[in-house]
């Protein structure tokens, strides 16, 4: 059985920072394309960054130099370190793993940036 299964998230003031981990289970990580994306209610959800098999990255113009998507093979992780926090951060973020059969999407974790 494959999961993805989020944590990290939490209350923030602007301008701190969190780091999202995406455990995986059933897939290897490193096979996979591993993306984060976020969600707000009322809105679609958006990629926020992606980190591919072969360990290449690209981020949403938003939060490209604040957050950045790292992956540990040895753990089976990917990781979204998030600087510089802004209240537009605010939403639930999920974990996506993709490979040429299968999507897998983890629970999300909410992350709230507020003074």
């Known amino acids: 059985q494959v999961q993805l299964v989020e944590s990290g998230g939490g209350l923030v003031q602007p301008g701190g920072s969190l780091r999202l981990s995406c455990v995986a289970s059933?897939?290897?990580?490193?096979?996979?394309?591993i993306s984060w994306y976020r969600q707000v209610p009322g809105k679609q959800r958006e990629s926020v960054a992606t980190?591919?098999?072969?360990?290449?990255?690209n981020y949403v113009d938003s939060v490209k130099g604040r957050f950045t998507v790292s992956r540990d093979n040895a753990k089976n992780t990917v990781y979204l370190q998030m600087n510089s926090l802004k209240p537009e951060d605010t939403a639930v973020y999920y974990c996506k793993g993709v490979n040429l059969w299968s999507i897998y999407w983890g629970q999300g974790t909410q992350v709230t940036v507020s003074s």
């Open positions: 059933g897939i290897t990580v490193s096979v996979y394309s």
């Open positions: 980190i591919t098999k072969t360990g290449s990255t």
